[in-house]
């Protein structure tokens, strides 16, 4: 069974920097794409970042372009999200994904269970 556990959350105030973390493990694959998303209260989940199979491919949502820096880890089957300049907007539940392919772009088939990133003003 492939279980996502993100880490690296918490509170920062505006102008600060957090680095998420993901692992993955169970894995029945031999890689996986990785993405972040984020739920903020009362929104939708939204697309933040991706990182293709070959890490070759690289996409940002594009109020994150510049801040956010998305890379991954194939020995440890793991991804992170460099976040900088930090703004109260960024405040959210960002959720780690992953996926075997690179074609199920945002239908992820793994999730993890999200981590809480709060920016204070």
């Known amino acids: 069974q492939v279980r996502l556990v993100e880490s690296g959350g918490g509170l920062v105030q505006a102008g600060g920097s957090l680095t998420l973390s993901c692992v993955v493990s169970?894995?029945?694959?031999?890689?996986?794409?990785m993405a972040w998303f984020r739920q903020a209260a009362g929104k939708e989940r939204e697309f933040v970042a991706s990182?293709?199979?070959?890490?070759?491919?690289?996409f940002y949502e594009d109020s994150v372009k510049g801040r956010f820096t998305i890379s991954r880890n194939d020995a440890k089957n793991a991804s992170s999200l460099q976040m900088s300049s930090l703004n109260p907007e960024d405040t959210a539940v960002y959720y780690c994904?992953?996926?075997?392919?690179?074609?199920?772009?945002?239908?992820?088939?793994?999730w993890g269970q999200g981590t809480q990133v709060t920016v204070s003003s």
């Open positions: 994904a992953a996926d075997p392919s690179d074609f199920n772009f945002p239908r992820y088939n793994f």
């Open positions: 169970g894995c029945s694959y031999s890689g996986y794409a």
């Open positions: 990182i293709s199979l070959s890490g070759t491919k690289i």
